[in-house]
């Protein structure tokens, strides 16, 4: 017998696999939806957990009431718990590593310093099209993080020439990336 909108709930309390087989087929979009969007953190537990739904569907049936609501809102309903409860499992083995099995890894400080020096010659590179006035000024605000009011007051230049020279500094920037993106 061929399973259909009518008879699937029927099939699968008569535990016949072309009832569940159409639900996986019908339901299985929305309720993968509703799982990724509760484990959103942890793609790797949702083919896990969609199993979970559909054996949970599969050996409650006949908890399913018509007259209380449709299949999918009840097939929904499953996988929300079903997922809330893989969250806990998460939860609980997260608690219990021990901390002797915890890899604290070591840092790199070669691979940090050779990192450093590519990004310093590249915004060397960037800031050569600027005059010394403006370099230092880039430098004060998007690598030390200095307020513009304050790079300005250092380097003895009004609130409003700051915001100016930024704006065509970031001009000369992009027309020079530009140039060198085009060739």
Known sequence: MKANENNFVDLMK????????????????????IVRKRLFTAPDRVEECMN????GIWRNIDCFDETKGSFEGWAAGVARLQAIDTLRKMKREFQTVPIEDIE????????????????????????????????????????DEEEPEAAGKALGISRDNVYVRIFRGKQKIRGKFGERKRA
């Open 14 to 33: 008569k535990r016949r696999e072309e009832g569940i087989l159409y639900v996986i087929e019908t339901y299985g979009g929305l309720l993968s939806a």
């Open 52 to 55: 979970d739904i559909f054996l």
């Open 104 to 143: 604290i890894p070591q840092e790199d400080t070669a691979f940090r310093e050779l990192t450093q020096q590519e990004l310093s010659k590249e915004t060397e590179e960037i800031l050569g099209c600027l005059s010394e006035k403006d370099q230092e000024l880039f430098r004060r605000i998007f690598i």
